[in-house]
């Protein structure tokens, strides 16, 4: 008998065990994922700038085409249809939603680069070196079990445009 509880015991471990480990892998690979999709939808927003302001020497981030790539980088890299609800058999379960969106660029009223970037009520701050775009993201966790977190995550995306100053 004692043997037989030993082994229940054993048994329930390896299973509990198991499935934490799975837990796991899965919040990490939607960590990652939507990590990598943030730089490079940010990268993409980052490369929208007026080519008018840039004729003068400024770097003027074009704000709607800026939005529209960093929207189409986030489709194209977590599997989001159109409207943004993700496809069948893709990580997340819910469409990601886009919390805080900003642009710092020459146009920008008393910025100089260096500038130091603060939002406290979206807990960002960020030393530039040069014309950035910002974006938060929402994103809820799937749940693999029920022991799982039930909740959202956020992440922050800061991509500079890619200038080469010394």
Do not use: C
Request: no cysteine.
């Amino acid at each position: 008998m004692n043997r037989a509880l030993l082994l229940l015991f054993v048994v329930l471990m390896f299973m509990y065990t198991t499935s934490f480990e799975a837990d796991r892998y899965v919040a990490s690979t939607t960590h990652n994922r939507l990590k990598f999709a943030l730089n490079r939808g940010g990268h993409d927003a980052a490369l929208q700038i007026s080519k008018d302001w840039l004729a003068e020497g400024l770097v003027v981030f074009d704000r709607p085409n800026a939005w529209a790539a960093f929207e189409a980088g986030l489709r194209h890299n977590l599997q989001l249809r159109v409207d943004g609800s993700p496809y069948e058999g893709s990580l997340l379960s819910d469409k990601p939603i886009i919390v805080f969106e900003d642009y710092v660029d020459d146009s920008t009223p008393g910025v100089l680069f260096p500038y130091s970037y603060i939002r406290e009520n979206e807990s960002i701050f960020q030393v530039l070196k040069g014309p950035a775009v910002i974006y938060r993201v929402k994103v809820k966790m799937p749940r693999s079990s029920q022991l799982s977190y039930d909740g959202y995550v956020y992440k922050t995306v800061i991509y500079e445009y890619p200038l080469y100053m010394n």
